[in-house]
């Protein structure tokens, strides 16, 4: 019956988001929905887009591992992301009227760079979407009492959300993360208020999180200890904000007051209705004590889809999938949406020129369709890894490669060419020489990529033009000797 009810929602969200599809006429109404989308769907659709897989399965698993401390990344660096985006960069970007962040980039400074982070901005992309359709296949395997296996349930995800992404791009999935963002506030707001009272009341869930020392947020006072903590602050914070379905919420509002405030607002929710799962999974402590220890041992990712299923009463059910899924769907098809229209805007357009509007939405439409199928694989391939990880692991090549390019490109007039790449280069191999070796294990390596890649920007914008001038005064002193 459960199941039945989930198939019907998906069906429902299906023809919510073909019906939104009708007003796809163009490009830029599949990409940034014509840049029609008024203040609350820009809160809607960003508060919708990061409220995924991670923030309901993946941050109350390490939440009660490692206490606050241990999701600075998400989803304090996460909302953060939000927060600066909507302060530092909307307003700059929105006024240069682009389709795309690539082609920030490309304006900036030139097509090497452009195309250089465009892969580097698809590439993270992976592990995100992989993520939710991990989930997703999660999700159908628990439902069917393990009658559809957990591939099986990736692809039914995938193709559910393919179905309306396909034809509607921005327009579909603005217009469906609206829907998505009521039933999810709504539903987890319930089931938290259902678990408090399971639990003996909000009071005793809030105070064996205290005893357990939970609350405790800032790193121990060691050189080691700080150092990672701020490393796992920025990844997300700072690595999200290049990427493209951030900047397609910017770009898609119908002003710049909505790409400003949208953003902030979007990302302070997000912060704050994080705690809803945290709380959730404290609960679950407490009303099923023995249970939740061994599936924190085992797989903490499923407390809470247990502790729903075995001790709620089916409406609670009804409503804690309504709400998942309704996580799931609104940020897998942001996060396929976005890679797909940067590879066609950005770099399948150097080896196919643009011919006509109407070709390019189906090149687009085509892109959609392969990237799913590819994200598909790679979610079935990784089958097993935390879903905590794989998004924190996507935001790394982006904080390391496009972001220094961007902050500089935007507040620093003497960024050139060849700082971007020299910071693109030292930025890149830097973290891939801690990751790969002992060296990460005292150092985080995404810390030491931003470093260097703010590096590689002064030393490749300044170091020519001081020479220049060197070889100016020297060429003038032998002027005057002569």
Not at 11 to 23: E, N, P, S, Y
Not at 142 to 152: D, H, R, T
Not at 208 to 224: G, I, M, T, V
Not at 268 to 288: D, K, N, Q
Request: net charge positive.
């Amino acid at each position: 019956m459960l199941l039945t009810l989930v198939f019907v929602y998906l069906f429902f969200t299906i023809a919510i988001g073909l019906w939104a599809a009708k007003r796809v006429k163009n490009t830029a109404d599949f990409a940034i929905a014509g840049r029609n989308l008024p203040l609350v769907m820009i809160i809607t659709t960003t508060f919708a887009t990061w409220f995924g897989a991670e923030t309901v399965m993946g941050i109350p698993a390490k939440f009660i591992n490692s206490g606050l401390n241990g999701v600075i990344e998400d989803p304090f660096g996460a909302g953060t992301c939000l927060i600066l985006v909507g302060v530092f960069f909307a307003a700059k970007l929105y006024k240069m009227s682009l389709l795309t962040i690539s082609d920030y980039y490309r304006e900036r400074y030139g097509r090497a760079v452009e195309v250089v982070c465009s892969l580097i901005i698809i590439l993270s992309y992976l592990g995100w979407v992989a993520a939710q359709v991990a989930a997703l296949g999660l999700v159908f395997n628990l439902l069917s009492g393990g009658a559809i296996s957990v591939p099986m349930g990736m692809v039914i995800g995938t193709v559910s959300i393919l179905a309306y992404t396909l034809f509607g791009g921005m327009w579909s999935v603005a217009v469906t993360d609206f829907i998505q963002m009521i039933i999810l506030v709504v539903g987890l707001t319930v089931l938290a208020v259902f678990a408090g009272n399971m639990a003996g009341g909000a009071g005793k869930v809030i105070a064996l999180a205290s005893s357990k020392d939970l609350f405790r947020f800032f790193p121990e006072p060691s050189f080691h200890d700080i150092v990672f903590f701020i490393a796992a602050a920025i990844t997300m914070m700072l690595g999200s904000i290049p990427q493209q379905d951030v900047f397609q919420r910017v770009m898609s509002a119908k002003n710049v007051q909505a790409a400003t405030k949208g953003p902030v607002i979007g990302g302070i929710f997000y912060i704050l209705f994080a705690f809803v799962p945290m709380f959730l999974i404290v609960s679950a402590l407490i009303i099923m004590p023995e249970q939740t220890d061994a599936l924190l041992k085992d797989d903490p990712q499923k407390v809470l889809p247990t502790l729903v299923m075995e001790r709620m009463p089916f409406v609670m059910q009804v409503i804690f999938f309504g709400a998942l899924l309704s996580a799931l769907k609104s940020t897998a098809s942001a996060t396929m949406l976005a890679p797909s229209v940067t590879f066609v805007e950005n770099i399948w357009r150097q080896f196919r020129p643009r011919i006509s509007d109407q070709q390019e939405l189906r090149t687009m439409r085509i892109a959609v369709l392969v990237f799913s199928c590819l994200v598909c694989a790679y979610a079935i391939a990784l089958q097993g890894t935390s879903i905590y990880d794989m998004v924190s692991g996507a935001y790394q090549v982006t904080l390391v490669g496009a972001f220094v390019p961007l902050v500089f490109g935007l507040y620093w007039k003497r960024a050139t060419t060849q700082g971007a790449i020299f910071s693109i280069v030292l930025g890149i191999v830097s973290w891939l020489v801690f990751m790969l070796t002992p060296a990460g294990e005292e150092f985080p390596a995404q810390l030491v990529g931003v470093l260097m890649a703010v590096v590689g920007m002064l030393v490749g914008s300044l170091g020519p033009q001081a020479l220049k001038n060197h070889h100016g005064s020297h060429h003038k002193l032998q002027g005057v000797t002569h």
